[in-house]
């Protein structure tokens, strides 16, 4: 599962999603575009994805138990 929301969270890199304060509802329809080429063993909800407080959270489905998934995107230091 770890992989899946490794390549998800590269998913919502590459959208924007970690440096806005809010999702867009434009942001979420490409992330499951996106997403839905991905072989991931779980099913992610993808109007669940909100920002707060510098956290991502998501529902994700896996084996008919649902998980609530939320974590910190790293900091990347720029000291070049």
């Known amino acids: 599962m770890l992989e899946g929301i490794n390549h998800l969270a590269k998913i919502m890199q590459a959208e924007g999603i970690f440096k806005s304060s809010k999702i867009t509802d434009v942001q979420r329809k490409k992330v499951k575009e996106r997403v ?10 993808h109007n669940s994805l909100d920002i707060w407080q510098g ?11 649902k998980k ?8 990347d ?4």
Not at 36 to 41: I, Y
Not at 55 to 63: D, M, Q, T, W
Not at 68 to 75: D, H, I, Y
């Open 36 to 45: 839905s080429s991905l072989p991931l063993n779980f099913y992610l909800y």
């Open 55 to 65: 956290k991502v959270y998501f529902l994700i489905e896996k084996e008919k138990e």
């Open 68 to 75: 609530l998934v939320s974590f910190a995107p790293r900091k």
């Open 77 to 80: 230091n720029d000291d070049g």
